[in-house]
């Protein structure tokens, strides 16, 4: 009984994240006004930047909300954040008033997304203190495989609707599904937590179960755990919204023609996805520290394999290294998820979450930046892909670090 009220608990979280996934189908949801307007592409690809940020601070306030009322009550909230600015979006946007897509799409969308991701995984992994990675892998990977569902659903409505109807109807589907799943979501009390596994059960090498007293942000702000923690994640980050980012135009110069270099980067999307559960269990079963050293050799072995498959002119090899990489790409939301929730316990789990969420917002302009310096000046991507490359390297190093600095932290 036990099992099924927290599998239904999960599953509402999963449908939460499947719903708010959107905000990585930009490109999907970007194309019709790219036709309609004229606009050039900084003008769409910024919105993706604000969106990003949005995200960020978002994830803040929704904890915040979360703590001082419910999830439900957050969610409700950002589902009505979510509406209206699909409804701004489709009823004012013109093609003077690019402006009004940063504030509506990207703003407040981007905020309310940021709001309804830390209070769903919150209210889910608190739940599953003997499966925190289990459990984040799996909302994790409902939040990125979300994109391709709801991107083929979005291009449908387009031509059936033309897109200012269809953004009507997608933000009203959407915020009715994240207010019908809230029903089922909230963080267990005293009473429900006390009745939960226990870490020492399953925790595989005992990691979950000496994690540390409940610490609020300024008490984990104080550890140097989190520091080498969210550099490890900075730079692991890079790597993955550098390669992403520049996924297609990679296997372009690898030699692939249109339709292959397009289904590479369907395969990145796709080990991305999975790369999000298999983090979790690898959490589970190894612990911080080692999976995050497997994590970022995963990013390293990408790169390189990416590199040499931009030397030798080979798609195949690009294949292996999008594979390889994706999966590590994939996993590094999901070692976060899980390294909150065991180093500083449930209590703060959503704040400290969104606060470690922050390193984003850099990554998001070196990781891209690398790589299309690397295009402009030298006229391809070995040198961006290679920098890459030696990023990953660092996270291995930033691996250990983390390790040997939690172990301390609870030791002391």
């Known amino acids: 009984m036990a099992w099924r009220r927290r599998g239904v608990r999960l599953a509402a979280g999963c449908l939460v994240m499947a719903a708010i996934g959107f905000i990585y189908g930009w490109s999907v949801f970007s194309a019709p006004l790219a036709q309609e307007f004229g606009w050039e592409p900084t003008v769409l690809s910024f919105t993706f930047t604000v969106l990003m940020w949005a995200f960020c601070a978002g994830g803040i306030v929704g904890a915040k909300v979360a703590a001082r009322t419910s999830a439900r009550t957050t969610l409700a909230i950002a589902a009505a954040g979510m509406f209206v600015a699909f409804v701004l979006s489709a009823l004012f946007m013109r093609q003077d008033t690019p402006w009004l897509l940063y504030a509506a799409y990207g703003g407040l969308g981007g905020c309310s997304v940021g709001m309804a991701y830390t209070a769903t995984m919150g209210a889910s992994v608190a739940w599953f203190p003997d499966k925190a990675g289990l459990a984040s892998g799996a909302l994790l990977l409902c939040y990125g495989a979300s994109t391709l569902v709801l991107g083929s659903v979005a291009t449908g409505l387009f031509a059936a609707l033309g897109w200012r109807r269809a953004f009507v109807v997608l933000a009203a589907a959407l915020a009715l599904v994240v207010v019908v799943a809230s029903l089922a979501l909230h963080r267990p009390t005293d009473a429900e937590a006390s009745a939960l596994p226990r870490p020492e059960a399953s925790a595989g090498r005992g990691e979950a179960a000496q994690a540390g007293a409940d610490r609020d942000t300024k008490g984990m702000l104080a550890t140097p755990a989190f520091w080498s923690y969210a550099g490890w994640m900075f730079l692991a980050s890079c790597i993955g919204l550098g390669f992403i980012g520049s996924a297609n135009q990679i296997a372009l110069e690898s ?68 594979l390889v990489g994706g999966i590590g790409i994939g996993g590094v939301s999901a070692l976060g998820s899980g390294f909150m929730a065991t180093a500083f316990g449930p209590k703060h789990y959503a704040e400290n979450l969104s606060v470690l969420n922050l390193v984003l917002i850099p990554a998001a302009l070196v990781g891209p930046s690398v790589m299309g310096t690397s295009a402009t000046v030298a006229g391809s991507y070995v040198f961006g892909t290679a920098a890459l490359a030696a990023l990953g390297a660092g996270a291995l190093g930033l691996s250990a670090l983390t390790a040997l600095l939690l172990s301390r932290m609870r030791q002391g």
């Open 255 to 322: 030699g692939a023609d249109v339709a292959v270099a397009v289904g590479l980067v369907g395969l990145l999307s796709v080990c991305n996805g999975a790369g999000r559960l298999v983090g979790g269990l690898l959490f589970d079963v190894l612990g911080t520290g080692r999976a995050m050293a497997v994590v970022a050799a995963s990013h390293f072995l990408g790169c390189a394999l990416a590199v040499g498959a931009l030397v030798a002119a080979s798609v195949p090899l690009m294949a292996v290294a999008v």
